[in-house]
């Protein structure tokens, strides 16, 4: 037959048909872009801070951000931040190392694991300082200005990871470079890059509101202890 049997519709609904397909489309390319901002925001903003251990400016104090654990020991992706904080410690860029992580339950313990994995390494136990409540990046960059007076510092992650924390430690006071320790593109990775889309709204927001951490505490004095051994030898 020379005709389709498919109704065809009135000229109106079609034309409110593809006026909300094009209202549809504007939507969804706005959300994209807005949940994209913050991300591109880090990007531009901090990757110039962003180097290699040899090539990152020296700082007294290596901040290494807690990255998971397999039996109690670092997971790769944390013993691999651990190695470039102890390039940086073995060619003098940094005099003391503060990790910070998560021992929310007796079970799991990030700190003292990462300290383990540094002393055992060759770095002397005094300058190795444990932060035991930096339950996310904003708590342990908050915590090493507020706690441990960090004022300058290099700061240790993944390359996916590390803008992130560049942006809230300078956010906390922190006068602070970076170096991004290199990972093959697997399916961890990427899993932790796009993690980043919605860590960098929150960033943005820790770094406009500047909350106080979720567990502050007393002032300690670990870092200068560190620091003062340090200029003693």
């Not at 939507?27 to 531009?44: D, I, M």
């Not at 430690?169 to 593109?185: F, H, K, L, M, N």
């Not at 709204?201 to 620091?227: S, Y």
Request: proline residues 6%.
């Amino acid at each position: 037959m020379g005709w389709s049997s498919r109704p065809r519709l009135p000229r109106w609904l079609a034309l409110r048909t593809r006026r909300g397909q094009r209202r549809a489309f504007q939507a969804v390319t706005l959300l994209s872009a807005l949940a994209l901002a913050p991300s591109t925001w880090l990007w531009l903003s901090e990757t110039d801070r962003v180097d290699t251990v040899q090539a990152v400016p020296g700082a007294p104090v290596a901040v290494v951000f807690g990255a998971g654990l397999f039996n109690g020991e670092p997971s790769p992706y944390l013993a691999h931040r651990l190695d470039a904080a102890l390039a940086l410690y073995q060619q003098r860029k940094v005099e003391a190392i503060l990790v910070t992580g998560d021992n929310s339950r007796d079970d799991y313990d990030e700190p003292d694991a990462m300290r383990r994995y540094l002393v055992d390494h060759g770095v002397p136990r005094i300058r190795v300082v444990e932060d035991y409540a930096g339950f996310d990046t904003w708590d342990s960059c908050a915590r090493a200005r507020r706690i441990f007076g960090v004022d300058r510092a290099v700061l240790v992650s993944q390359s996916f990871h590390v803008r992130r924390a560049l942006a809230l430690c300078q956010a906390a006071g922190i006068r602070s470079y970076a170096v991004g320790v290199p990972e093959p593109g697997n399916a961890t990775w990427y899993y932790g890059g796009l993690r980043e889309i919605p860590g960098a709204g929150k960033a943005a927001l820790n770094a406009w509101l500047k909350p106080d951490p979720q567990f502050l505490g007393a002032r300690e004095d670990g870092i200068a202890r560190a620091l003062a051994d340090a200029a003693g030898h």
